[in-house]
């Protein structure tokens, strides 16, 4: 069975994350190549993470690199509105059974608290099955958007063992 909204925003809680509501239907977004976030060039508004920011899933400093890189980004292209709120992807799905297969995934609006942490806080939702290929040690895996669908940021883990984030800006943006 699906958590409910307040069930969810307890588990996102210990992120620094406000639950403000459920996204209905699919939020705006920049337009994506068909292989995704991680297949967009440059030259279709792909920024990454500075080399700095860059993680080994094992790396001693994985929290700070992640979290950093993310935070610069989301300041940098305007992720956060006046609010400080934005849309993040999330799982209503109330096992990691149900989480594998998708079925509860949708989006919601949250919004960032002055205290914070996507790493630290190791909410479950966010846990990245990519990385169980590399490592025991929990490591996030998530997608955001601002708002208004100018921007997709999404924090997520490589092939060769790294996380780091990329963001893709919509043609509109300067």
């Known amino acids: 069975m699906p958590l409910n909204d307040t069930e969810l925003a307890v588990l996102l809680a210990p992120a620094g994350l406000r639950f403000l509501g459920r996204v ?20 279709q508004g792909r920024h990454d993470a500075r080399a700095h920011e860059v993680a080994a899933v094992d790396a001693p400093d994985l929290a700070d690199k992640v ?10 292209f305007r992720l956060l509105d006046a609010e400080d709120a ?10 990691p059974g149900e989480r594998l297969d998708g079925t509860h995934h949708g989006w919601a609006r949250v919004r960032l608290a002055e205290e914070w942490d996507f790493v630290r806080s190791e909410v479950e939702q966010f846990r990245s099955a990519m990385a169980g290929l590399f490592t025991e040690r929990y490591v ?9 669908g100018h921007l997709l940021m999404n924090t997520t883990v490589w092939g ?5 984030t990329l963001a893709v800006r919509g043609a509109r943006e300067p």
Request: glycine share 12%; no cysteine.
């Open 86 to 95: 934005f849309v993040i992807g999330a799982d209503w799905a109330a096992t």
């Open 24 to 43: 209905r239907g699919e939020p705006a977004m920049p337009p994506l190549p068909a292989g995704g976030a991680a297949s967009a060039l440059p030259a």
């Open 67 to 76: 979290n950093a890189g993310w935070f610069r980004m989301a300041k940098e």
């Open 160 to 164: 060769d063992g790294t996380v780091s």
């Open 140 to 148: 996030p895996e998530f997608t955001v958007l601002a708002g208004d």
